[in-house]
């Protein structure tokens, strides 16, 4: 059974307006969350993180989201780009050195 | 600058054949992944190493071996290549208990005929 879900495979956005990215997790012993970002043919790339103590995070047009009552996280992208289109991963990891669970990405499409 | 190397950027076997996967890490993580992505499947976790000679399977280990003789690299390996083990090959190092340091190589192709 999956414990990260992403539920929109795709999403579509236009240029300047928000993309929202969302992501559910079953198990409340998760205390840390992070976003991955993936362009075709490369690694995925570490985006944003927030721990289960804070239920936002900021990083210039990247904001993250957390409520933990609900077990949901969710990336803001404001304003969208055409450069952020791309796969998102949401990962989540707990604390004793376990792996991070990946979710199964939502693929954003930013149009010009 | 964190760099996670891979050997091969694509690959192509034949059924049968065995298929080594080199990873290098040049910032002295301690902990280091092998993961395959398929469409609509995401990352999936095949083994991983929190310390020299030392592995752990992920959520799908079948089919795969792996070898760490030093801390830097971490070998994957395809016993008997299969052509449902045609995907992308991604390996990943951290620091212990710093799941943000993460940082993935830029992953090989594999293609089995």
């Known amino acids: 059974d999956q414990q990260v879900k992403q539920n929109s495979p795709s999403l579509s956005v236009q240029e300047g307006r928000i993309s929202i990215l969302n992501c559910d997790y079953t198990?409340?012993?998760?205390?840390?969350f992070l976003w991955y970002k993936k362009y075709p043919a490369e690694g995925p790339t570490f985006l944003i993180s927030?721990?289960?103590?804070?239920d936002k995070n900021e990083d210039g047009r990247f904001t993250v989201f957390l409520n933990k009552s609900a077990k949901h996280l969710s990336l803001h992208i404001v304003p969208s780009q055409p450069g952020d289109s791309a796969v998102y991963f949401c990962?989540?990891?707990?604390?004793?050195?376990?792996?991070?669970?990946f979710g199964k990405g939502t693929r954003l499409s930013v149009i010009a | 600058d964190v760099k996670v190397t891979q050997s091969s950027r694509y690959l192509v076997k034949r059924t049968g054949e065995k298929v080594f996967l080199e990873c290098v890490q040049d910032?002295?993580?301690?902990?280091m992944f092998w993961y395959r992505q398929d469409p609509g499947l995401g990352l999936r976790l095949i083994y991983f190493s929190y310390d020299v000679k030392m592995k752990e399977k992920g959520d799908i280990p079948e089919g795969y071996s792996v070898s760490r003789e030093k801390k830097e690299r971490f070998s994957l390996i395809l016993e008997s290549a299969s052509t449902n083990q045609t995907s992308m090959y991604l390996c990943?190092?951290?620091?212990?208990?710093?799941?943000?340091?993460?940082?993935f190589g830029p992953g090989t192709r594999l293609l089995v005929l």
């Open positions: 990943a190092s951290s620091l212990n208990g710093r799941p943000e340091t993460q940082y």
């Open positions: 910032m002295d993580h301690e902990n």
């Open positions: 990962a989540v990891y707990n604390s004793g050195n376990t792996p991070l669970v």
């Open positions: 927030i721990s289960s103590i804070k």
């Open positions: 198990n409340s012993m998760f205390d840390y």
